[in-house]
């Protein structure tokens, strides 16, 4: 463990190693229900906002667990309520939202799903980034603290939030009164599966993720015919060099220490091979921690695509728009300690890590910013650890194992699943009082 | 006119400036119902192989004009003929599908429609090469020359030719037996309106359109998360590397003399801002005009291709596979001059001109290469004649006509039409044997 | 032989065949000094501007010869002039300066020396473009047209150019008031040996080479530590963004049959590794046709320069400034027709062909046009006949065989002396007046 | 302060505040002379191991205040010995060679200088990354412990370094048998000017100057006349392409989280417009702190070269080689502790502060890892405090406050050399014992 969270016991007035322990008992019961959960959701996946099988399975599940059900919440957001008691408030939070990726994992429960996108287009649908893990895992997590009730007291909010993928889905939920329906949270919990070895638990207290723009940029030309370029605008070409230049943002404009990730994540021009088209799309996905660096960089993409258009004779000014933000994602140091020693007591240290700051992001950290409540914000792991270790030592983890968003991503379900389901339990109890 | 052509006169055994004369007399009555055809066509569009409607609307004319009509030949095509005696065998053709480009000509008889392409995916479909045109002005001449058929003597076959736009339905013709079924040619003469002034006909003897060899070029790189791209090989990055490096084929390696176009007209990578996809497609359009300079371009491409994969560090060799390749049309010397000589006496010496080469490809050329016979084929201008001029005279012809497969490729209906349903009348005319 | 001059006897009042023989009967005889004389002259290049050495040998083998002797006219160049009689007054130029190009041909009389360019910088030198061989071959025909004054009548005035490399040389001995102390010409002849069998003789009538644009762009950018990038304004980064880009004139912006050449020769910008420089300079050649064509590429490259400093961030806009111009060399078809007549009359119509028109440019036609004067202005091949004849064979002239400006360009000594010597005698002996 | 020093007050054994005010008491007299001499050196700038002039000066100075010299330590290093006494053996390090850069500051002292470079080519020369202030304090130091040596007991020596720029002249002076020849130290002290407010003091514990690799890449192409490029391959676009590629190894290839900078700062390719060159060259720096990320990065780069020349066809691979490496600056954390101490006990806490690691590199450390004695190497600003404020306060300090290397780079003289004497004699004092 991370010397920094060496001196964080317990936390007075939280649940005993007795109470958690007891807790889990019930786990070995569900498991091959939450696997076969799991495999299911994995196979139905759905896009952003379109959560709409996903949201029924979760509402149906909670309300027979005994929790109150809400539907609805942030368009297809499910939230689940189970008040037991004085106490504080614990928000839970698990995304479950998908992607559009064609699934490559080979697995017997992989996705062959397809979907209409934003613009209409069929565009296949996977599990690429585990939520489908994160719904599974606290719905386990909530059936063990039900039927643990006795023994703690509060008020336990478990959110279903939609549409994390385009940084939509958590405001969306705010944006629908959250706090006003079902109260100001005393704590945020939430927890990612990521390319770690399967059992681990990592933490970082402070800004842990970074800050999310999306921009889509329209590049426009003029179309013609494909033998005769001089009488067109070419924008195919026009969207290569700008991509090209974009890479001069992080290579150049930001200082060695700072940290930028500028991706371009889709381009898109023309249909046929023969016919120059009138216009060009990128859109581009940037992570900073800092709104120095985060001006710098949006500025230096601005500048280029501007520029490159002008490179290239365009008729129009490029169109920059924002398709989605995402804050910097911090995690309360106090609450990411007390947090953390709990997972720390009942899983050992070697099994908590600090990850350091990561470039991803989630929009889980704005239940926390918009309610005033801290945050803790974990990951834990969803790869073979054999696998891991042998990437390990050869020097090629980052190439080898498949990263959330790769069509081969696929936590392996055990003990994956068993972790997730026990480390929300017990962050869960590491908050809520003990009973009476 | 070009110098070349000033000796040809009508040749022995055609039709006299009479018999012309008489034949074009009955246009005026037709020209209101093909200028109400060619507005329904060009509404109607429909993509290669797919022209359903199209040769529906064009057999059930033929069979009204007393052409034998046979349909499905390559698959859509349709091919009228009328046996009018001893004489010779003269084909004409006109082709008739559209292109996956949204109309934005603002006409009242605008395409708006759509179709699912060769991948599924919908499309906006478009007659943004004039194929309309083509179909309307060589039915206009069927009938003018079915109605003047006691004036000449010889046999007219008609070619409604599909999918010439993926180079692929003349040769789909050929090998559905054309010539078995339906003889071989004495000539082929086919026509196609282009960005000149309306009005103005132009022939070029010998090689006439360029060949092309179209391409897709699939690259691999490695998906992952948008904000982790050091776990990815960015196919993105990639395509773009691999389309500007394309650009030095035309303006490094081939001579200045020397002519050759590469066109990247479509690029494909990703769906999602934050997801780094896992491939990347380019379609490519080459035209040349010889077999050294081809296998110049064509060696290039595919190092480019190969080098820049491997400067991504790209865990597959790229795969270049051919969508489609159209051959040079050359037109033969002897039988322009004739046509041109034909036209030039009814036109007029200012109506008529040498174009020299042009980039642009067609497979109208099969039908001669793959019989023996020598073809003709000519351009007939579809630009309002003032804007054309005044487009002259400020030096930007080039950038303000639209030119074909333009989104704002649209021909004035007149003179378009009326020039082009003589110029096929007078063509057929120059070739067919005076009745007896 | 091209078709176009094969009716193109010898013309009326040139001189006859017998009279062409017996002038170069002499010949045998100073073939040793001449080969010699190459050898050194090629051992010794000089630069543009500072043919000190080889002007003195030129002057001083000149006034042997007898002829009029006039040095200093443009800087450096020389004048030598025979009045012979009434007549024609023929101009005969050679051209005498060398480049900064380290040899690598092997030879024994290869060059080994250096100067300092205009910038003051060390550079190699070498008789990369066969001046030497120009020189040589003119002061040969000037002895055999001496030896022979009986037989003709008339004026021979032979210019040894200075710097015809850098386009200012032609323009400087006009701008010396050469027509008002030489004499207004009659007909301007001049040759180059070129990557051609040697013996071969070409001319192509009309517009026959280039017109150049030597364009020096300065691109600013702003210095700093290497390991600070973001603190600098990259100027190297920004100087391979422009020569990128401005490979998409050519490709994307000229039509197929249109013909330009955009070179960028030389790229320089800063001396350390550790060092981001301030500033960065590109040397850009341009070649074209026409005013049209031109213009295009004119503005093109302005436009790309001024907009890749802008998305590079520049603090001020890129300079672009001429170096030097060549117009476009037009060779009369008359002057042309009679020419290549005499030549074919002599060499046989197998030495002469038409090379048709090509990228390279000269500044000889500014003694033309300057005085109005018509131009016949050919090549000679300086490759030996059996390499050439593999590579056409291997399909490998292009790139096997070195062109001028390379580092391996070395005519062979013979028979290219032998027939430059012979095809200047034979041309100017076409235009001078047979003796009384 | 940064609180990792807070606890870290003057160490037993070494001088009291009394001692080092009385010592620094003796600087006011010394204060014109040093400033004249810092506006000599800069105005005598000499590049690397041709510190012949500067190492003279250095030399008759140190003789002058009564230290043992030796010159020619490592070619041009000067070594000057003040044995006083039993007690602790101090090396203090200046280093004193410039760069190739053209000054442009204006200022009345600026250095006009130039000199053969490592080539042969005549370049400006310019003390931009302050070696001058370096020599010029530790200079004054020197006079200052020479003058107090009744208080204090110990050996100083004092190494003058040439050729940090090209990271050979610590090595050097280490290969000359440094440590055999003057003993080892018991600490290496060393400090840097930088960019920082004037007065401003600071360090970094652990590692604090990335691992630089020089490389220098020679690419292969095949010269050519510019008008024809078909017959080259152009080493200018495949330089230009191979910077532009490398862009992507920061931007793709390293994690946000991790440190690189890859930066070409001399690309060099022909010399006139119209030749296509045989070869170009370019000079890379990288900076690291990892081996891993160092592994990457060069793995990297080469297979860019390696491929881009590939895609330009040419006809020899590319060669890199090593122009110079610097390893990472580590500073001992208990040393630093002590000597940070030391001058926060002088300077007051809000003078001292931790910069972090920097990109920056320097050999420094190569006297302390050969040695194995400890090392603190900091950091003394040279901006002017208003300046600096200004340009924080605008947010704009990367892009106005001239960074080493830039030509714009100069300290402001007061109160620069001031604290830099007096930092480098408190930090020599916190080491060496106090008197008997």
Same mark, same amino acid.
């Given at each position: 463990?991370?010397? +920094?969270?060496?001196?964080?016991?317990?936390?007075?007035?939280?649940?005993?190693?007795?109470?958690?322990?007891?807790?889990?008992?019930?786990?070995?019961?569900?498991?091959?229900?939450?696997?076969? /959960?799991?495999?299911?959701?994995? =196979?139905?996946?759905?896009?952003?906002?379109?959560?709409? =099988?996903?949201?029924?399975?979760?509402?149906? !599940?909670?309300?027979?667990?005994?929790?109150?059900?809400?539907?609805?919440?942030?368009?297809?957001?499910?939230?689940?309520?189970?008040?037991?008691?004085?106490?504080? !408030?614990? $928000?839970?939070?698990?995304? $479950?939202?998908?992607?559009? #990726?064609?699934? =490559?994992?080979?697995?017997?429960?992989?996705?062959?799903?397809?979907?209409?996108?934003?613009?209409?287009? %069929?565009?296949?649908?996977?599990?690429?980034?585990?939520?489908?893990?994160?719904?599974?895992?606290?719905?386990?997590?909530?059936?063990?603290?039900?039927?643990?009730?006795?023994?703690?007291?509060?008020?336990?909010?478990? /959110?279903?939030?939609?549409?994390?993928?385009?940084?939509?889905?958590? %405001?969306?939920?705010?944006?629908?009164?959250?706090?006003? =329906?079902?109260?100001?949270?005393?704590?945020?919990?939430?927890?990612?599966?990521?390319?770690?070895?399967?059992?681990?638990?990592?933490?970082?207290?402070?800004?842990?993720?970074?800050?999310?723009?999306?921009?889509?940029? %329209?590049?426009?030309?003029?179309?013609?015919?494909? *033998?005769?370029?001089?009488?067109?605008?070419?924008?195919?070409?026009?969207?290569?060099?700008?991509?090209?230049?974009?890479?001069?943002?992080? *290579?150049?404009?930001?200082?060695?220490?700072?940290?930028?990730?500028?991706?371009?994540?889709?381009?898109?021009?023309?249909?046929?091979? @023969?016919?120059?088209?009138?216009?060009?799309?990128?859109?581009? @996905?940037? !992570?900073?921690?800092?709104?120095?660096?985060?001006?710098? #960089?949006?500025?230096?993409?601005?500048?280029?695509?501007?520029?490159?258009?002008?490179? *290239?004779?365009?008729?129009?000014?490029?169109?920059?728009?924002?398709?989605?933000?995402?804050?910097?994602?911090? @995690?309360?140091?106090?609450?990411?300690?007390?947090?953390?020693?709990?997972?720390?007591?009942? $899983?050992?240290?070697?099994?908590?890590?600090?990850?350091?700051?990561?470039?991803? *992001?989630?929009?889980?950290?704005?239940? +926390?910013?918009?309610?005033?409540?801290?945050?803790?914000?974990?990951? $834990?792991?969803?790869?073979?650890?054999? %696998?891991? +270790?042998?990437?390990?030592?050869?020097?090629?983890?980052? !190439?080898?194992?498949?990263?959330?968003?790769?069509?081969?991503?696929?936590?392996?379900?055990?003990?994956?699943?068993?972790?997730?389901?026990?480390?929300?339990?017990?962050?869960?109890?590491?908050?809520?009082?003990?009973?009476?």
């Amino acid at each position: 463990m991370h010397d +920094a969270h060496a001196d964080t016991g317990p936390a007075d007035g939280a649940a005993t190693a007795d109470v958690i322990r007891q807790a889990l008992d019930g786990h070995p019961a569900q498991r091959g229900d939450l696997e076969d /959960l799991y495999k299911d959701l994995h =196979r139905n996946p759905e896009l952003s906002f379109a959560e709409v =099988r996903t949201s029924g399975i979760v509402a149906e !599940r909670l309300r027979d667990l005994g929790y109150e059900v809400t539907t609805g919440v942030g368009r297809t957001g499910v939230v689940g309520v189970l008040a037991n008691g004085e106490g504080p !408030r614990v $928000f839970l939070r698990a995304d $479950f939202d998908a992607l559009p #990726v064609a699934e =490559r994992t080979g697995l017997p429960y992989a996705s062959t799903a397809t979907a209409a996108d934003q613009d209409g287009h %069929q565009v296949p649908v996977m599990h690429a980034c585990g939520h489908d893990m994160h719904v599974t895992c606290l719905l386990g997590a909530l059936r063990l603290l039900a039927d643990a009730r006795a023994s703690w007291s509060g008020t336990v909010v478990a /959110l279903f939030q939609p549409a994390e993928e385009i940084g939509k889905g958590a %405001q969306a939920m705010v944006d629908d009164r959250l706090f006003a =329906r079902f109260g100001t949270p005393d704590v945020v919990l939430g927890q990612h599966v990521g390319p770690f070895p399967a059992g681990a638990l990592g933490a970082h207290p402070g800004p842990a993720l970074a800050a999310t723009d999306a921009l889509r940029v %329209q590049l426009f030309g003029k179309g013609g015919h494909g *033998s005769r370029p001089e009488t067109a605008i070419d924008p195919v070409l026009m969207a290569a060099h700008t991509v090209v230049r974009l890479q001069s943002v992080v *290579s150049r404009e930001i200082a060695g220490g700072d940290t930028a990730v500028v991706t371009v994540g889709s381009m898109r021009a023309g249909t046929k091979d @023969n016919i120059i088209p009138d216009d060009a799309e990128l859109k581009l @996905n940037i !992570r900073t921690y800092t709104d120095e660096v985060r001006g710098t #960089v949006l500025a230096a993409v601005e500048r280029i695509v501007k520029a490159e258009a002008a490179a *290239s004779g365009a008729p129009r000014e490029p169109e920059i728009s924002p398709i989605g933000r995402f804050p910097v994602l911090v @995690n309360d140091p106090d609450a990411t300690g007390r947090t953390v020693g709990a997972l720390t007591a009942h $899983f050992g240290p070697e099994a908590v890590f600090d990850p350091g700051p990561a470039t991803g *992001s989630e929009d889980c950290g704005t239940f +926390a910013t918009a309610s005033g409540a801290p945050l803790c914000f974990w990951f $834990f792991g969803g790869t073979d650890r054999e %696998q891991f +270790a042998a990437a390990l030592e050869a020097g090629t983890v980052a !190439r080898d194992i498949p990263s959330n968003h790769s069509p081969l991503f696929a936590p392996v379900v055990q003990p994956t699943l068993d972790v997730g389901v026990a480390a929300m339990t017990v962050a869960a109890l590491a908050w809520l009082a003990p009973a009476g």
